[in-house]
């Protein structure tokens, strides 16, 4: 029995998710029923990270599980990158599109957790990546405008041509390479 509930993820379009989230102040009760919340909707969602925007929250916080639990990390930030990764992303605010993004291979991020101690995290490869992709979103951007001017007028295309109900398989080839993305979406 838990008391948890589960959000509807935001998807693109949702100006939600352009703004940029704000601090949080207080780590205390309701932080942590968010945080329960927000990792219920990830796992709902078969995702393996979420940040509060993406259900509609303005906090700085995000939630992932890579395999070894369910952790928060508040007010997050990136002190640290070396290093290029090609990797095809997906996004549960985007769904069903895998975008082939070049970021940082390795980042070091730092935050607090549910219990107002400070976290150090180095990461690589997908959780590094992930980390990335969460601290984009407190910051109201999404992975489209990660990709170069090209790729990016093409995901946006898709993305028109979707919502007019238009079959976009083919132009979809045209953003990820023949490797793809197997990771869960983030
Ligand atoms: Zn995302």
């Known amino acids: 029995m838990n008391g948890m509930s589960s959000y509807s ?5 949702d100006p939600v998710l352009k703004q ?9 009760g309701a932080l942590s029923r ?3 919340d927000m990792v219920e909707t ?9 940040a509060a925007p993406q259900v509609g929250v303005q906090k700085r916080v ?3 599980d890579v395999g070894d639990g369910p952790v928060a990390v508040v007010n997050p930030t990136i002190v640290e ?21 070049v970021r940082p291979m390795s980042v070091h991020l730092r935050g607090y957790d549910l219990e107002g101690e400070e976290v150090s995290i180095e990461a ?6 992930l980390f990335q992709h969460e601290v984009d979103h407190l910051n109201g951007v999404l992975m489209v405008e990660r990709l170069e001017d090209d790729m990016r007028k093409q995901a946006l295309k898709v993305l028109r041509d979707r919502s007019l109900g238009l079959d976009t398989t083919a ?7 023949a490797s793809s993305g197997d990771e869960r979406e983030i």
Do not use: K
């Open 171 to 177: 132009l979809e080839a045209t953003l990820v390479s």
């Open 34 to 36: 968010l945080v329960d």
């Open 62 to 64: 995000f939630v992932y």
């Open 81 to 101: 990158t070396s290093g290029e990764w090609y990797y095809e992303e997906g996004c549960l605010s985007v769904p069903d599109l895998r975008l082939g993004i």
């Open 124 to 129: 690589d490869e997908f959780l590094g990546r």
């Open 20 to 28: 940029v989230a704000r601090p949080v102040d207080q780590i205390d």
């Open 42 to 50: 990830m796992y709902d969602a078969v995702g393996a990270g979420l």
């Open 9 to 13: 993820v935001r998807t693109y379009g």
